[in-house]
């Protein structure tokens, strides 16, 4: 893998899936894998295997069904938990074990009432258990975005040194400013003499809604692969945005960081996603959401019918939208009323336009909306004509 590729590791299935009444069944979790595949996303996290019955059968259905990305399976530091992930990767063509432990001070002494050197004998003895079964293991330590920086990177040799392939650096409390999880990622770099043997990846929440600043100052730091999901969807405010990462790399080139998704599936997968989870996507959701491309102030509206780059920093059809909205309301312009009216066959004089705004903007003010029903009737009313192409 070049240096300045990124990884796109997809989580939507399993962190995702852990969203109170987002419940997949095997044959949703499919379609959804297949999509994913066609996205072009590196892996996909399929589940966490030993939770239930249901979570085995998906993942091993998933893996018979898609065969391009690297499949990975949950588990904790247990060995019960890493034999079940295995056995339900078995028909993975490129399986992956994601086995790991707490690494703050509350984890370790409160959660697991255990020892610094206890849990970095744990994280040996699970990524080595893990390697029995697979090539390909991930160590995560969970709640790394609390954990002291020395210790985490005590424990992040460790696990490199007993087989990890990838090392993950979760964000798990949404905490981290992103200043500050660049430098954690930073010094893990500069820290661990045998990081170059595994790749870092970031893992971040958005209780505080910061997980995609601080995935990408993770991987201007070194981090290469980005842990995400669709729609930013996860427990309780979210996990990083797949859709936003994507993005921002590819609308900051200067970054030198590159991805392999095929952007043109970002809404139809958003789409896909919130109807299978039955979970609506906010309509002010960057790059997917219902507004992210509807314009409907007066002078923005002028800018994009002018020139779409004005107000728009990507063009629509990049993320699979058909095109931008101009949305009139009683913050629109004579601009947009023209260029809508245009749109349903009337081709107004200024003059005309100066009688018809007037009279737009008492409607609009009783409205939230001016639908095109509504602006047909007005036009139809007012300039006295109908519309000189069929409506």
Do not use: W
């Not at 952007?263 to 790059?287: F, R």
């Not at 997917?288 to 779409?308: L, M, P, T, Y």
């Amino acid at each position: 893998m070049a240096s300045d590729q990124i990884y796109i590791f997809d989580t939507t299935l399993r962190d995702g899936e852990q969203v109170p009444g987002c419940k997949l069944d095997t044959e949703q979790k499919v379609i959804i894998a297949r999509e994913l595949e066609r996205l072009n996303v590196d892996v996909i996290e399929a589940g966490f295997p030993v939770s239930s019955p249901g979570d085995f059968k998906s993942v091993e259905e998933i893996c018979k069904a898609v065969k391009t990305p690297i499949i990975c399976g949950l588990s904790r530091a247990v060995e019960n938990d890493i034999k079940v992930a295995a056995e339900a990767l078995k028909y993975a063509t490129r399986p992956r074990i994601h086995t790991g432990i707490g690494t703050s001070d509350l984890h370790i002494f409160d959660k697991l009432n255990s020892t610094r050197e206890k849990i970095i004998e744990r994280a040996i003895g699970a990524v080595k258990y893990a390697k029995s079964f697979v090539e390909d293991v991930e160590f995560y330590a969970e709640d790394a975005g609390r954990t002291e920086n020395e210790y985490l990177a005590k424990v992040i040799e460790a696990a490199i040194a007993a087989g990890a392939t990838v090392v993950n650096i979760p964000d798990t409390t949404g905490y981290c400013l992103p200043a500050e999880y660049g430098e954690k990622i930073k010094f893990l770099k500069e820290n661990v003499k045998n990081i170059h043997k595994a790749v870092i990846a970031t893992h971040c929440h958005n209780d505080l809604g910061l997980a995609t600043a601080n995935s990408i100052a993770g991987i201007q730091n070194g981090a290469r692969q980005i842990e995400c999901t669709i729609n930013g969807i996860g427990e309780r405010a979210g996990n990083t945005s797949l859709e936003e990462v994507v993005m921002i790399m590819r609308q900051h080139p200067y970054m030198n960081l590159h991805n392999n998704i095929n952007t043109k599936l970002l809404y139809p997968m958003s789409q896909l996603v919130s109807e299978k989870m039955g979970v609506n996507v906010q309509p002010n959701k960057a790059i997917v959401g219902a507004n992210a491309f509807a314009h409907s102030s007066g002078i923005h509206q002028d800018g994009v019918i002018k020139k779409r780059e004005v107000y728009e920093i990507m063009d629509p059809k990049d993320v699979g939208v058909e095109q931008s909205l101009i949305v009139l309301t009683a913050r629109s312009g004579r601009a947009a009323l023209a260029y809508k009216a245009k749109q349903i066959g009337f081709n107004v004089t200024k003059k005309e336009l100066d009688i018809l705004y007037k009279k737009f903007l008492t409607l609009a003010d009783k409205m939230k909306e001016v639908g095109e029903e509504a602006l047909y009737q007005l036009c139809v009313t007012n300039l006295a004509r109908v519309p000189s192409s069929s409506h």
